[in-house]
């Protein structure tokens, strides 16, 4: 009996010195359970009850149950690395999970096992990994795909999304080649550089397969980017279809992301309007050169000459373009030009300044061209239009701050008098197709054949003619045609 016991304990201590040091505690703890049901095993053994070999199941190194058998777990861990295969038959695929066993000897009546639970547990809880390259930006993997070849396709299509494959290959051949380059002719556009805004470095890492995207799946998530929340400040004048359009977003995508908002909102100083847009992951940078002959636009300058009369100008010398040979450095990011630089300009031929000469000098006997209100003050009593069956061919001023009638312009008098329904009328040409008239004056000041200048005294607001009070009737004519003169004095 005593050597039967030996021979258990000395069975339990090969068990333990099989194990790693992970599971030291929970086989200490296996054996010194066993050891209490000795004496009954020594019975068993005596009775020539056979040992049984029993596995506990481990899942990165944590316990989860014990089974009569390993292939109850490794049945469910190859179905399901089958299984995946099917599903990602390119990919290269391991079990994600580390699953240990530790195999113990006990008798019969002791093999205490769950192996329908335990089995449960690992479909749970068991994983498939998958080899992928990761593409990496500012630290952090932001796509991944199926291998380093694959990750270089989606770097070098992402360029040809914005550059052709013979341009692309055109620039390398040249940059391996250290040769100078040829001058650019004309309008000729030559690419200098193709990058990507940011470093993406590949690294190899082991994901969830489903994670792993195509070559077209990764390029449209770097071209999509992230969610970065940006707010915006009104500013006085600012509209909602103003702010939508500044930062690329259609009025109701605006509202969409501002539930308080809507198409009749009043926007107030300083509210905050959230214009939140997708960041592109990466961008591609395109450099190019562009060279082009065009035109230099001449200047223009006008020069006062006091010898002519104000209003008047004439060509001193025709203007005429000059022609340059232009360089530009322009700069490109997913295809929008971003900057475009003179870098480099040859003038084949100087523009030659257009030069007009404007006369300063103001003679009375010549109008402006401008009309001044020809009273002090008062109100239109009167418009032009048809009023008691006839047409009323000017305006009617009334009430003014004093009587006296100014000349709404320069000019000469042709003529002062009496004139039936008008009364006291005055008619003043002013030499540029202009002419006015005032009438139903209490008296004239002026003679004809006089000089007047714009705002001079030429009589007194009256009622004489045929007038229903004190007022003035004003008439303007250009070239002989009856003029609304509303549309002129100020």
């Known amino acids: 009996m005593q050597d039967s016991i030996k021979k258990i304990i000395t069975l339990k201590n090969y068990t333990y010195k099989k194990m790693t040091t992970g599971f030291k505690k929970t086989a200490i703890t296996a054996v010194a359970v066993a050891a209490l049901s000795f004496a009954g095993g020594a019975s068993a053994l005596a009775n020539g009850e056979k040992l049984t070999t029993v596995y506990y199941v ?10 009569s058998d390993k292939s109850v ?31 113990e000897q006990v008798f019969q009546t002791n093999a205490a096992t769950n192996d329908s639970e335990v089995a449960e547990q690992v479909v749970k809880e068991i994983g498939v990994k998958a080899d992928a390259s990761a593409l990496v ?12 070849e694959m990750a270089k396709s989606v770097l070098d299509q992402l360029k040809l999304k914005y550059v052709s494959e013979e341009q692309l290959k055109a620039l390398e051949a040249q940059k391996a080649s250290n040769n100078p380059l040829p001058p650019l002719k004309e309008n000729e556009t030559r690419l200098v550089d193709v990058r990507l805004s940011k470093e993406v470095a590949v690294s190899n890492e082991q994901i969830e397969p489903g994670k792993i995207l195509s070559v077209a799946d990764a390029i449209k998530l770097l071209d999509k980017g992230s969610v970065e929340e940006v707010k915006y400040k009104v500013k006085e004048g600012d509209v909602l279809g103003g702010i939508a359009h500044a930062h690329n977003l259609e009025i109701k995508q605006l509202l969409a992301i501002n539930p308080g908002l809507t198409e009749d909102s009043l926007l107030q100083i300083d509210q905050e309007v959230n214009v939140t847009v997708l960041k592109p992951y990466v961008q591609v940078v395109v450099e190019k050169e562009y060279f082009a002959k065009e035109q230099v636009p001449f200047e223009k300058e006008v020069v006062e000459d006091s010898s002519m009369l104000k209003g008047d100008t004439k060509v001193k010398q025709e203007g005429k373009d000059g022609m340059r040979a232009a360089t530009y450095h322009i700069s490109e990011q997913n295809g929008q030009v971003i900057t475009k630089k003179l870098e480099k300009e040859e003038i084949l031929q100087e523009p030659v300044k257009h030069i007009v000469v404007k006369g300063t000098k103001v ?33 009617d001023i009334a009430r003014p701050s004093n009587r006296t009638i100014k000349a709404a ?16 009328k005055i008619v003043i040409d002013h030499n540029n197709g202009y002419k006015t008239i005032y009438a139903h004056l209490s008296s004239i000041d002026v003679n004809v054949g006089q000089t007047v200048s714009k705002g001079s005294k030429i009589g007194v607001m009256g009622s004489t003619g045929n007038s229903t009070g004190v007022h003035l009737h004003f008439e303007v004519y250009k070239n002989g045609e009856l003029q609304n003169p509303l549309n002129y004095i100020r």
């Open 73 to 103: 777990i490794e049945n469910i861990v190859n179905e399901k690395l089958s299984d995946s295969k099917d599903a990602y038959k390119t990919l290269s695929l391991s079990v994600a999970s580390e699953v240990t066993y530790v195999p």
């Open 137 to 148: 930006i500012d630290g952090n993997p932001v796509a991944y795909v199926e291998n380093p």
């Open 409 to 424: 312009d320069n000019g000469v008098i042709v003529s002062a008098g009496y004139d039936g329904s008008f009364g006291n």
């Open 363 to 395: 003679v009375p006997s010549r109008g402006e061209g401008s009309f001044i209100w020809p009273a002090n003050g008062g109100y239109i009593s009167s418009k032009v239009g048809h009023r008691w069956g006839r047409m009323h061919k000017g305006i």
């Open 58 to 67: 481990y899942m990165n190194d944590t316990y989860i149950g014990t089974v």
